[in-house]
């Protein structure tokens, strides 16, 4: 099974966001079935186990992606320890949304 490169994935969100603002059953579709909508513009499927998600913005001025829920006091998450290791990032998300972690930036 091929990999998606990040220029494929990211060209492949902007066909499904593209199609999403012209066919409105494309867009129910993209809302209940991430996969199949994606199939109908790429036909290299995700990759296994990756999990996607599209949300309807309608009539939200800003919709912001909350970060994953914090593990149980007292104890650091995987990448909270290499961060602490590897001696921190400026972006924990790598830059994937305008508004992550605190962080106010434009991307």
């Known amino acids: 099974m091929a990999e998606w ?11 499904v966001a593209k ?5 409105a059953a494309f867009r129910g579709l993209a809302l209940k079935d991430p996969v ?6 790429n036909p290299t499927p995700i990759p296994t186990g990756f999990k996607i998600r599209f ?11 909350l970060p994953d829920a914090a593990p149980a006091e007292g104890e650091l998450s995987d990448s909270q320890l290499e961060e602490v290791a590897g ?9 994937s949304c305008v508004v992550s972690c605190g962080i106010s930036s434009v991307v």
């Open 19 to 23: 199609r999403a603002t012209k066919d």
């Open 5 to 15: 490169t990040r220029e494929e994935a990211n060209r492949t969100i902007n066909d």
């Open 55 to 65: 949300v309807d913005n309608a009539g939200a001025n800003l919709t912001i992606v």
């Open 36 to 41: 199949a909508a994606i199939a109908k513009v």
């Open 87 to 95: 001696g921190g990032t400026a972006s924990r998300c790598g830059g």
